[in-house]
């Protein structure tokens, strides 16, 4: 929309720099919207783990005998006894300069640890999607388009089955089914090959196993939207006049039927993105997988409270930054969201 | 030679869960080239099906019989490769193209280019010329190519529609109720622009409306539906001044001209109303039961115009009185009927009901609204889905806080708007009535208040013929037998003549003309109401015989 055609007549002209300035405001508006959202997801994640019943000195020292000395010092240290407006100033402070904390457990910058894990389960969780949201609106669309068909039928109750079930046992399942084929844990082998191709290699060959759990269980979901939201198009007057206009069958689902249907699916996406992120738990705890999902896991059994708070926040953070995604692309995808 | 469009002995078969539905049986109709012929009928007569059935557009589970001859060739046996290569090409469709039948989210340029591309191997530049002058054929500039539908009204999508359809030269048209939706002047210069191409072209049109009036305007020949079957057929003039079928004079009398005694203060009813009693002329001097006095709404639109949508009007609305609002769609009709009723702010002026001003506290308006109620257009939207009919009539008189026997409350009103008897109808629910029927549940929720003004919003317009002279008789009967004024806004001015006292009409916010429905309707004096009447499809006959 932003680029103009050389030539075009006045109007189109000043129609188009409309354009540009509604878009600008509506990208700052929805900035302004996420922004407001992340705020309060800062201040959620002070409160939420401050409300937490439970001493975190008591249970950094669980294992080891400590003195009351030591222990008053780990709290100062801690800043526990602080006021806890004093506590949510320094908070604050620290995340606007990318500090999270300390870690109770492992005594480490909690952002450094997430930044590690974090690009793990980015590669299991977007490789996972992208595989899902592709398998799924292509049976979605098919299904739809051959209604109560055998295909229909037999695709949406796998779909269903596959989404009823655990991902530990799914993945459990597959690790006996194929017999050690895959590795069973971890995203590098010990022993790593030299060169480039041979450790992308060894990176796919561990996240095979995880990624088939993932997909299995979540492409359901865009397939069953993607199927409803085409069957809710099927019946649209347009659809009749591509026919009418002697169009083939699979030109009038792909050009005219799938633009339309696709809308609905494309928010869903995008939401599900920011949230399996924190649906990878499971999968990472069977598989050993070192991501956010593994990280999480760990922190739940300290409790390491500054971790599930950075945690916490990070994934919160990345689902309302997708909504934000989902948004600006819902404009581009559908002109009735552009004028509105 | 054989005609370009033959149905012979056609029937279609719907089934659907092991019923079979018969849509439509024994039609046999023909058309020459250069010929244009009207299928008349109301929803569910099966007119559309036969449309849909000459592309084999039917849903699958639609079993067609008969012949269908499209310059001699059987369509019902072609195969598919050859099906698609006539679709478009030998015939096109006008579907009722400012509602839902242009594709939401692609350029119409693109839309109108798809057809040409596909039947033709014309390069890209000659495509993109070929949309630009069909965009000129039906009067549209060429940037509205880069135009997505929803940027464009109800009578340019319309355009687009018709310049889709001739795109590939087409022999014949099908056109599905192509002005439907659209006010009399946009309906009027859609029908001049099929009427040219048919003119021109030597192209065969079918158009099929529920509207027998402009059927009349526009085509040499008229068959009406009733049924699934072909009631009588005829050329127009003599359908229209001698129809044989007694449904045919139902349709006929549905539309009213505009200027016949006979229809005047008579809707078309099963239950035809008394005679209209010689009443006292209405002071004209006195103040209305509901008044406005010079007032403005002013919106910006998303640029930042500001856009007058009423600009300074004075309306009486007195007791046992209908006044009929007319204009085209984006006069202000609409805005001035939600500023009357309180339901939007006026930005100056002011609102009398009773001789007192009508306050803008939302506990003022509560009482006010309990005296004047709307009723809308569509009443399938107007109801909620899940509500039975006794609790959309009881749901008004609980927000009111209305004391006494709601039962009898309920039954009284269900009784005042023709629902007999009313015990029958309380446990039903929206879905399992008629529109005549729904129309009537919402005007019986009007009533439950005992207002004393209702403020119906172009209350017919989404009805069927036969069920519209009720609804308009029930309006009537209302003001005679209660002496309940009514503001009827309409683009129909039919209407009007039928039932209303008094004419506004409404053009660019102001209103232009108020007078006595006779008055104004036979001796306009404001070139706008004017050409409101020019448009009529009764004054349109004339033009449209020029054109063919």
């Not at chain 2, 004339?542 to 054109?547: K, L, M, T």
Request: charged letters at 20%; a neutral charge.
């Amino acid at each position: 929309m932003t680029t103009s055609t050389t030539g075009g007549p006045p109007a189109a002209d000043l129609d188009e720099r409309r354009a540009g300035t509604s878009t600008a405001r509506f990208v700052a508006g929805k900035a302004g919207g996420a922004l407001a959202s992340l705020v309060f997801v800062m201040v959620l994640g002070f409160l939420l783990f401050r409300m937490i019943p439970g001493d975190p000195v008591a249970t950094m020292t669980r294992d080891r005998p400590t003195s009351p000395e030591q222990l008053a010092q780990l709290r100062e240290r801690l800043g526990v006894d602080e006021p806890l407006w004093r506590q949510f100033l320094d908070y604050a402070l620290g995340l606007l300069s990318g500090d999270l904390g300390t870690s109770y457990l492992y005594n480490r910058p909690v952002a450094t640890m997430i930044g590690e894990r974090l690009w793990p389960t980015v590669l299991l969780v977007g490789t996972a999607t992208v595989l899902a949201v592709a398998l799924g609106m292509w049976l979605g669309i098919r299904a739809a388009w051959k209604r109560d068909s055998a295909f229909d039928r037999v695709h949406t109750g796998v779909a269903l089955t596959l989404w009823s079930v655990p991902q530990f046992w799914l993945g459990l399942l597959l690790l006996i089914a194929t017999q050690g084929l895959f590795p069973s844990r971890g995203m590098r082998s010990p022993d790593l090959p030299e060169g480039f191709l041979a450790q992308t290699l060894d990176v796919a060959w561990h996240l095979t196993l995880p990624c088939v759990t993932l997909l299995a269980v979540i492409y359901a979901q865009y397939m069953l939207v993607m199927r409803s939201s085409l069957l809710e198009e099927m019946g649209s007057e347009y659809l009749t006049t591509a026919r009418a206009k002697g169009l083939r069958d699979d030109l009038v689902r792909r050009r005219h039927a799938v633009p339309n249907a696709l809308l609905p699916a494309v928010t869903l996406v995008f939401l599900q993105f920011g949230m399996v992120v924190s649906g990878t738990v499971t999968v990472e705890a069977v598989f050993s997988w070192p991501g956010l999902g593994l990280l999480t896991y760990d922190a739940l059994r300290g409790p390491d409270l500054p971790l599930l708070q950075g945690v916490f926040v990070v994934l919160a953070g990345s689902v309302i930054v997708m909504n934000l995604l989902a948004e600006l692309l819902y404009r581009v995808l559908d002109p009735r969201v552009r004028a509105a | 030679m054989s005609p370009l469009l033959e149905l012979r002995d056609l029937g279609v078969t719907y089934s659907t869960g092991g019923d079979e539905v018969e849509a439509v049986r024994d039609v046999n109709l023909a058309l020459e080239p250069g010929e244009t012929l009207g299928i008349a009928g109301e929803s569910g007569s099966g007119k559309s099906t036969v449309a849909l059935s000459v592309l084999r557009l039917l849903p699958k589970s639609a079993k067609v019989s008969g012949e269908i001859l499209l310059d001699g060739e059987d369509v019902t046996t072609m195969r598919w490769g050859r099906l698609r290569a006539v679709r478009w090409s030998s015939a096109s469709v006008v579907f009722q193209g400012a509602m839902h039948a242009l594709n939401p989210v692609r350029r119409v340029g693109e839309q109108i280019a798809e057809p040409i591309r596909l039947h033709t191997d014309l390069p890209e530049a000659k495509v993109r010329a070929r949309v630009t002058e069909l965009l000129d054929q039906v009067d549209l500039p060429p940037a509205k190519a880069r135009s997505y539908p929803h940027e464009l009204s109800g009578g340019q999508k319309q355009r687009v529609m018709i310049a889709m359809a001739v795109a590939c030269e087409p022999r014949l048209i099908l056109a599905d109720e192509p002005t439907t939706a659209l006010d009399v002047i946009v309906q009027a210069q859609v029908l001049a622009l099929l009427g040219e191409l048919v003119a021109e072209r030597g192209i065969g049109l079918v158009l099929i409306t529920h509207d027998l009036s402009v059927l009349a305007a526009t085509c040499r020949r008229i068959a009406v539906m009733y049924r699934g079957e072909v009631v009588e057929e005829g050329p127009g003039d003599e359908v229209m001044a001698r129809p044989r079928h007694e449904h045919t004079r139902a349709l006929a009398a549905a539309f009213p001209t505009v200027g016949d005694p006979a229809s005047r203060f008579a809707p078309a009813t099963t239950n035809p109303l008394p005679p209209e009693p010689d009443r006292a002329a209405p002071d004209a001097e006195a103040p209305g039961l509901l008044a406005a006095r010079d007032l403005k709404v002013t919106f910006r639109d998303r640029h930042g115009e500001v856009v007058h949508a009423v600009a300074g009007v004075d309306l009486d609305v007195r007791r046992d009185e209908i006044v009929a609002l007319v204009g085209q769609s984006g006069s202000g009709k609409t805005t001035l009927a939600r500023a009357l009723l309180g339901l939007q702010r006026p930005t100056a002026g002011s609102v009398f009901y009773d001789g007192r001003l009508v306050p803008t506290s939302s506990a003022g308006l509560k009482e006010y609204r309990r005296q004047a109620q709307l009723v809308l257009q569509d009443p399938t939207s107007a109801l909620n889905p899940r509500h039975t009919v006794y609790e959309a009539v009881a749901e008004g008189p609980r927000i009111h806080g209305i004391t006494g026997d709601e039962r009898s409350l309920v039954l009284e009103a269900l009784t005042a708007a023709e629902l007999r008897p009313a015990e029958t109808y309380l446990s039903r629910l929206p879905h399992e009535l008629s529109g005549g029927q729904r129309q009537r549940v919402v005007i019986a929720g009007a009533l439950a208040l005992r207002p004393s003004v209702l403020v119906a919003d172009e209350p017919v317009t989404s009805l069927d013929a036969s069920v519209r002279g009720e609804i308009l008789a029930l309006l009537l009967r209302l003001r005679r037998e209660l002496a309940l004024a009514a503001l009827v806004i309409t683009h129909d001015l039919g209407l009007a003549w039928n039932i209303a006292d008094r004419v506004a009409v409404m053009y660019r916010g102001e209103l232009v003309e108020v007078g006595p429905v006779e008055q104004v309707l036979l001796e306009p004096r404001h070139e706008y109401t004017k050409s409101l009447l020019a448009a009529l499809p009764t004054g349109m006959a004339r033009a449209f015989e020029r054109g063919v």
